[in-house]
């Protein structure tokens, strides 16, 4: 959504979203060429389906409390739209090395996330991890499976309704995620009469028990995961949220560096989601107009989709 309040800002969204969609294009132009043969990791590296073949395990990292990527049920069960997907991945690395491969989990947050997979502990999160320059250092990702952009949760009647609103607050942001760092450069670039000051939190109920108790004046995070916040507490009809127009960013599954084999099934189970329609009867269970956290699809989501749709020869 523009923000119109917001100097600039509706020439900037078109912008983004103009380069968000040529992203996805070459993104998966780049992965569509790579081919799916199962390339050889640089001597001395162990590709992560040898590690799951060695171990005998896929240690996936697993959110507890992020709906509706992923979160616990009422049974204890990890479930989610990210999570899903994430154990369907399974399902394909565990035909591919003979059925005898066991799935844990292994509970991550956005700080934990990214130090957990680079020492080992997981082979892969599942979550609601963005893509962005300085990660794609440290780690590689699976083709994009979802696509978003920041949102903001606060009280109805917090006078919080746009971007403009947001100068001088106090922001709850997750840490370890991407919003601190957008925050900073909103007030480096003067884009609000008064600095927001960001507050982070180790997870999202935290975030939001201070949001209820005044601690801060809106949460800030994945769009979607607001949504769910919000449907979730006993008093939803007390919270509101937007799109402040900030960014739209491409979220994936942060894997371990030098891969590729591991990577090329990952890749194609998202692919096979995609041109088979499980992929839409996912987000219709987790983002439908019947789900506990609506958010209609948009012209982006339906073009990663369909770039995601690789042919099969």
Known sequence: MTNKDDPGAQSD?????SLATLAIGAGMATLATSGPALAQPAVGVEDTLDRIKR????????REANPPYGFKNANGAYVGFATEIAQAIFTSVNKELGGAIKLNYIPVTSETRIPLLQNGTIDMEAGATVVTQVRVKVVDFTIA???TSTGILTAADSGIHSFSDLAGRRIGVPR????????RAINAAGRLKSPVTTIGFPDHPQGFTALQTGSIDAYSSD??????MKERSTDSAQWIVFDPGINSFLQAFPIRQESSKFKCIADLTIVDLCASGAWNALYEKYFGPKSTTPYPMTDLLKAMVLMNT???Q
């Open 13 to 17: 969204a078109v912008r983004r979203r």
């Open 55 to 62: 171990t005998g395990a896929f240690n996936l990292g697993a």
């Open 145 to 147: 499976h979802f696509l």
């Open 176 to 183: 370890g995620g991407l919003e601190e760092a957008m925050y």
């Open 223 to 228: 769009g979607p995961i607001m949504y769910g």
């Open 310 to 312: 690789w042919p099969p």
